[in-house]
């Protein structure tokens, strides 16, 4: 499995050590050594998951208030549903919302006309994909009422978006089980006991301690 990398995060010392070590040729680090890197940068990743599913599950709580409150029911899941004309709608609705307040000019007034018709192409299909009761609360579609529909749909978007993350940092949990258990055998092999379960990070990398203070 191919690791992530850092991302944007500034590195750490012993991630920037590592990297070093990984331009070196392979016959310059002991096995142990590398080894031990391999175990500090799988814990990274488990690290970067941890921290991206408790992110995840805190925006989608706080999306799924906001979604609640403009009227979408508890028993109305998210699963398929299509946010092509959301995206849509909302890329309309932003055009809107930069217009100047008082639509004077006949440039103006023809995008205006534009941006209107647009929005009303996407409510269309809207009205059958989202529930009812979140129209009841959306009313007229007026100024007013697509600012509280552009609420909702901002909503529907992060929920949708926080839980495609948890899922996938889920799915990835499968290749770090084999991930790990290749290095716990190679552990082993060195007379190393290490913990079964990934997510046993601190664990984890006091195994890597250990090996990395081994003799080569």
Known sequence: MALESTEQ???TPS?????????????????TIRLA????????????????????RHDEAAAWAVLCDRGWPDDVRLDGIDLTEGFGWLAAWSEFTSLPLEVTTPQDRKKL?????RLALCEAPLKQTLPVGLWQVVGVLDAMGRATLSCALHALVACVEARTLHATAVARREELFERFAL??????????RAPIAPQDVRAWRATALVIRGMQP
């Open 9 to 11: 995060l500034p590195l």
């Open 15 to 31: 991630q920037q050590e590592r990297l070093e070590r990984l331009r070196m040729p392979p016959a310059t680090v002991p096995a």
């Open 37 to 56: 890197d391999q175990i500090d940068e799988a814990c990274d990743v488990v690290d970067r998951d941890l921290v991206r599913v408790a992110m995840a």
């Open 113 to 117: 006309a534009w941006i209107l018709e």
């Open 183 to 192: 290095l716990r055998h190679q552990a082993r092999s060195l007379g190393v």
